[in-house]
């Protein structure tokens, strides 16, 4: 059985950073899909960012330049390094793996406010 844990979501004000993190278990992240989503009161969830098992990564053009997704092989841990946070990027982040079909956190609170 997958499980994800993130943690390093808070209350920062805009133009601050943060990193989330993404501990895995149950399986190998560098053999799978990991993203990073995020869901705002009222919106659909959205992914944010991406990592194949290539290393590929891929962004959402809402975060692209700002949000740097990583990893680490040997901690199985999944990274979303975010800068020059926005109200706008408000919301709770989830971790997920091997897809939307796949396993899911329990996810992160980000808040961007003054």
């Known amino acids: 059985q997958v499980t994800l844990v993130e943690s390093g979501g808070g209350l920062v004000q805009p133009g601050g950073s943060l990193r989330l993190s993404c501990a895995a278990s149950?399986?190998?992240?560098?053999?799978?899909?990991m993203g990073w989503y995020r869901q705002a009161p009222g919106k659909e969830r959205e992914l944010v960012a991406s990592?194949?098992?290539?290393?590929?990564?891929n962004y959402a053009d809402s975060v692209k330049g700002r949000f740097t997704i990583s990893r680490d092989n040997f901690k199985n841990t999944v990274y979303l390094q975010m800068f020059s946070l926005k109200p706008e990027d408000t919301a709770i982040y989830f971790c997920?793996?091997?897809?939307?079909?796949?396993?899911w956190g329990q996810g992160t609170q980000v808040t961007v406010s003054s």
């Open positions: 997920n793996a091997k897809g939307p079909l796949g396993a």
């Open positions: 990592i194949f098992s290539s290393g590929t990564t």
């Open positions: 149950g399986t190998f992240i560098s053999e799978n899909y």
